[in-house]
C-alpha cells in the first residue's frame, strides 16, 4: 500500500501496492470476497489512512517532530486508546477555586471586576496574574454578569406580565363606544339569532361552535376567520357566550357587523337556565382559587424580589397571576353538556385562535367513543412547543400526583377541541374535574399553578382522540420562532401565551396572521386608534 502526500499537505491518495492488487484478484477469483466486500474494505482503510494522516500533520505543524503516526493517534483520541493521555494544562489550583461557592459579599460592581470580556482580557496582560488571581478574577466577572443578566431577564418578565395582564386603552374604548351604541342605538339590540333562525340553535344537522370570550376584538376575528373559511357558512352556527358587563358590546358588535348566512348567538351566562339554578362548582371554585392566591402568592412584587430561584420558575408564577387562569371564561367549557343540553358535539375556540381553513371535516371524524378530540403537544418538529408531557404541568413530587400520573404521558392541547356531548354525558369527566381542583385548593396549589389545563388533562384522562396536527398550531403567542410558512399553512393557529395579537407584545411577523380579519376601516375601530402594528 503506498501513501502519497502532495508537497502542500492539501491531498493524500491511497495507491494498492502490486502484491495487494494480487490478493485481491486471487480473492476474488476465488469467489471468497465479493466485490462489494473489497469496495467496502479499501473505502474504510482508505478513511482510517486519511484520518492517521490528519493527526500527524497537525502534530508535525504544530512542532512535535518526534511523534509516529499510532503514537499521534493514540495522543490526540485520549487514555482509552493505546494507553497514551494527553496531560492536561490548566492548573489545578483554577479548577479550585472555580468550585468554590460564590461568595456573593466578594461580588462587586465597582471598577474592580471587569464589565466586558475585553477589559478582562486587557487586564490580564497587563498584570500578568498567577493562575489562582487569574481564577477569581474570573469567577467574579462571570458571576457579576450572570447575576446582571438574571435581573434584566426577571425585569423582562415582570413587564411582559404587567402588559399581557393589562387591558389596552384601545380595547376599552372598543368596548365603551359598543355599550354605549347598545343603549341608544336600536340596531344594535337586535336579537341574535332573529326569530327564524332560532330553532338552528338546537339543530343537530348543523356544525355548532363555541367560543367563550370576554374580548370583542378577539371574538370578531375568530368569528370572522371561521365564517370567512368556511365552504358551508349556511351550516355554521356560533354560540358565543360572554359575562354580564361584556353582553351588551359583544351584542352590539355582532347586531352592527352579521356574517350571514352563518348564525350567531350571543349569550351571557346569566341567560342560561342551568347557570341560574343552585350552586355552580366551577364559581365557587374560582372564589376559593382567588383567595389561595391571594395569600399563598404574595404579589408579583413578592415573586420578582426571590434570589434564590431561578429566572424561568419566576415567569412561570407571574404567569400563574395572570387574571386568565382566573377566568371564568377559560373555566367555563368543563360545563359544556350543561350550558347545550341538546347538542350532541361541538367544537370549542379560544377566543386567541384563528381559523385559517374550513373545519367541517372535523365532524366526519369517528371518535371512537371518545369525549374530546385533541391535538398531541408531545410529537412535532417544534421542540419547544410540542415537548409537553404531563410532567411539564403536573407538580409529580406531590404523593398525589405520582402516585396516580404518568409523568411522561403526552399532554394535549386545549384551544380548538371537539366534544362529544353525548358521550360526555355517560361519563364522570366534570366531577373529577372539580374533585382535583378542591385537592389543588386543599394543597395550597402544590398540584399545579397554572389555569385549566392542568385539571383538564385529569378529567379527561382516557377519553382523548388524538387528531391530526394540522388542525392546530400552538405557540404564536409565546415564541416567535415560528415561520409564516408553517404558520399559514396549519388549519387553526393559536396565539397561546402571553404575547397576545391585540397587544403592543405581540411578535410582529406573526401579528399579520390575526389582524387580517380586522377592518381597520371600520368607524368604531377607526375611533379607538386600533392599527394593524
Known amino acids: 500500500m503506498q501513501l502519497h502526500i502532495s508537497p502542500s ?62 503514537g499521534c493517534l493514540g495522543k490526540k483520541l485520549g487514555p ?38 475585553e477589559d478582562f482580557i486587557a487586564e490580564m496582560k497587563d498584570e500578568r496574574p498567577d493562575a489562582k488571581t487569574f481564577a477569581i478574577k474570573l469567577k467574579s466577572m462571570v458571576t457579576f454578569l450572570e447575576q446582571r443578566t438574571r435581573t434584566a431577564k426577571i425585569q423582562e418578565y415582570l413587564y411582559r406580565h404587567v402588559a399581557s395582564s393589562s387591558i389596552p386603552k384601545q380595547l376599552h374604548c372598543l368596548t365603551l363606544k359598543l355599550a354605549n351604541e347598545h343603549s341608544t342605538n336600536a340596531q344594535a339590540r337586535l336579537q341574535l339569532p332573529s326569530a327564524e333562525f332560532v330553532p338552528a340553535l338546537v339543530d343537530n344537522s348543523y356544525f355548532h361552535y363555541v367560543l367563550a370570550s370576554d374580548n370583542v376584538l378577539a371574538a370578531s376575528v375568530v368569528a370572522s376567520s371561521l365564517v370567512n373559511n368556511s365552504l358551508h357558512p349556511e351550516k355554521v352556527v356560533l354560540h358565543i357566550i360572554t359575562d354580564k358587563k361584556t353582553y351588551s358590546p359583544m351584542q352590539a358588535w355582532f347586531s352592527l357587523h352579521p356574517l350571514t348566512p352563518a348564525i350567531i348567538e350571543v349569550k351571557s351566562l346569566h341567560q342560561f337556565d342551568w347557570f341560574t339554578k343552585g350552586k355552580v362548582p366551577v364559581l365557587e371554585a374560582m372564589e376559593k382559587d382567588q383567595k389561595v392566591r391571594s395569600q399563598f402568592r404574595g404579589g408579583s412584587s413578592a415573586i420578582v424580589a426571590n434570589n434564590t430561584e431561578k429566572p424561568y420558575i419566576i415567569a412561570a408564577k407571574l404567569q400563574a397571576l395572570s387574571p386568565k387562569y382566573n377566568s371564568l371564561m377559560n373555566h367555563i367549557r368543563i360545563h359544556l353538556p350543561e350550558l347545550f343540553p341538546s347538542l350532541d358535539k361541538v367544537i370549542f375556540l379560544d377566543d386567541d385562535v384563528v381559523v385559517q381553513t374550513d373545519l367541517s371535516p372535523l365532524w366526519d371524524i369517528d371518535m371512537n367513543g371518545k369525549v374530546n378530540g385533541a391535538v398531541e403537544t408531545c410529537r412535532g418538529e417544534d421542540k419547544f412547543v410540542m415537548s409537553k408531557r404531563f410532567k411539564s404541568y403536573l407538580n409529580f413530587s406531590h404523593p398525589l400526583i405520582s402516585r396516580n400520573f404518568d409523568p411522561d404521558e403526552c399532554a394535549w392541547a386545549y384551544g380548538m377541541n371537539i366534544f362529544d356531548l353525548e358521550a360526555w ?26 389555569g385549566t389545563l392542568p385539571p383538564g388533562l385529569i378529567a379527561f384522562h382516557g377519553h382523548v382522540h388524538v387528531i391530526d396536527p394540522f388542525w392546530h398550531m400552538l405557540g404564536l403567542g409565546y415564541q416567535d420562532n415560528t415561520t409564516i410558512a408553517d404558520a399559514e399553512s396549519a388549519g387553526v393557529i393559536h396565539f397561546n ?29 377607526k375611533s379607538c386608534h386600533i392599527r394593524a402594528s
Open 497 to 525: 401565551g402571553r404575547a397576545k395579537p391585540w397587544l403592543d407584545i405581540a411578535f410582529p411577523q406573526l401579528r399579520p396572521l390575526w389582524t387580517k380579519y380586522v377592518d381597520f376601516s371600520d368607524r368604531y375601530i
Open 80 to 117: 482509552r486508546i493505546l494507553g497514551r493521555r494527553h496531560e492536561s494544562t490548566v492548573p489545578e489550583v483554577m479548577y479550585q477555586v472555580l468550585e468554590e461557592p460564590v461568595n456573593q459579599s466578594e461580588v462587586q460592581s465597582g471598577p474592580e471586576v471587569p464589565q466586558t470580556l
Open 9 to 70: 499537505l492539501r491531498h493524500v491518495t491511497v495507491l494498492p501496492s502490486k502484491g495487494f492488487r494480487e490478493f485481491i484478484k486471487v480473492k476474488i477469483g476465488s469467489r471468497r470476497l465479493s466485490y462489494r466486500m473489497v469496495f467496502y474494505s479499501l473505502l474504510v482503510f482508505t478513511f482510517l489512512l486519511r484520518f492517521v494522516f490528519v493527526l500527524t500533520a497537525v502534530d508535525h505543524i504544530e512542532g512535535e517532530t518526534k511523534c509516529t503516526t499510532l
Open 425 to 450: 354525558r355517560r361519563t364522570n369527566i366534570t366531577r373529577t374535574y372539580h374533585y382535583w381542583i378542591e385537592e389543588n385548593l386543599k394543597s395550597d396549589l402544590s398540584l399545579w399553578q397554572l
